[in-house]
């Protein structure tokens, strides 16, 4: 059982705008710790899309947006294309845990 | 550009011992934090140890705490995970990833190994 909860899944047509959420508690998101969201495509390593809570790293298309608000967030993609076909993750830092941690993960399927 | 690479993957028994190992290339390798992050088999990944860019503070989850040690060679650009005692939970890709963000409760993974692999089986 993961520490952040993510649904397992999740689907939208090209084109149309998806989100996905993360809840955490008083421990990590809660606590104020960052956010930060990773897009894992079949066979390869996480991939940084956002930080800091709602910040794109160079390169990331201005598509993938991120909020953060009292023990969630939330992950938004605009325009959904695929290639956005993959799992997202998040990640916070948990005080009680001295350690960070990650979501369970949401596979994301263009329709 | 980042690079990472990671070695040392294998399969080991159960209370085995492996070493793991992750050269760095592409950035000052001592101004950054590095972590080890391990991914079962159809599962999220799940962080496993960090130690900072001067090697003076680290950091284990609760599963491998007492087990594995985390070092560093910053004059090698080099980081390794010494697993002991290992289990079979212990089984997945391990990934070297490049920390940033200040402080504690900011750091984030910008840049990932391609990842090796334990089994641990008998």
């Known amino acids: 059982q993961s520490v952040l909860t993510q649904s397992p899944s999740g689907s939208g047509a090209p084109g149309q705008r998806v989100t996905i959420s993360c809840t955490g508690s008083?421990?990590?998101?809660?606590?104020?710790?960052?956010v930060h969201w990773y897009q894992q495509l079949p066979g390869k390593a996480p991939k940084v899309l956002i930080f800091g809570n709602n910040n794109r790293p160079s390169g990331v298309p201005d598509r993938f947006s991120g909020s953060k608000s009292g023990t969630s967030a939330s992950l938004a993609i605009t325009g959904l294309q695929a290639e956005d076909e993959a799992d997202y993750y998040c990640?916070?830092?948990?005080?009680?845990?001295?350690?960070?941690?990650f979501g369970g993960g949401t596979k994301l399927t263009v329709l | 550009e980042f690079q990472l690479l990671e070695s040392g993957g294998d399969l080991v028994q159960p209370g085995g011992s492996l070493r793991l190992s992750c050269a760095a290339s592409g950035f000052t390798f001592s101004g950054f934090a590095m972590s080890w992050v391990r991914q079962a088999p159809g599962k999220g990944p799940e962080w496993v140890s960090a130690?900072?860019?001067?090697?003076?503070?680290?950091y284990y989850a609760d599963s491998v705490k007492g087990r594995f040690t985390i070092s560093r060679d910053n004059s090698k650009n080099t980081l390794h995970l010494q697993m002991n005692s290992l289990r079979a939970e212990d089984t997945a890709t391990y990934f070297c990833?490049?920390?940033?963000?200040?402080?504690?409760?900011?750091?984030?993974?910008?840049?990932w190994g391609k990842g090796t692999t334990v089994t641990v089986s008998s």
């Open positions: 130690l900072s860019g001067l090697g003076d503070g680290s």
């Open positions: 990640q916070s830092y948990d005080s009680s845990l001295s350690g960070w941690v």
């Open positions: 008083s421990s990590n998101i809660g606590a104020g710790s960052d």
């Open positions: 990833a490049k920390m940033n963000g200040h402080p504690l409760s900011s750091y984030y993974m910008d840049a």
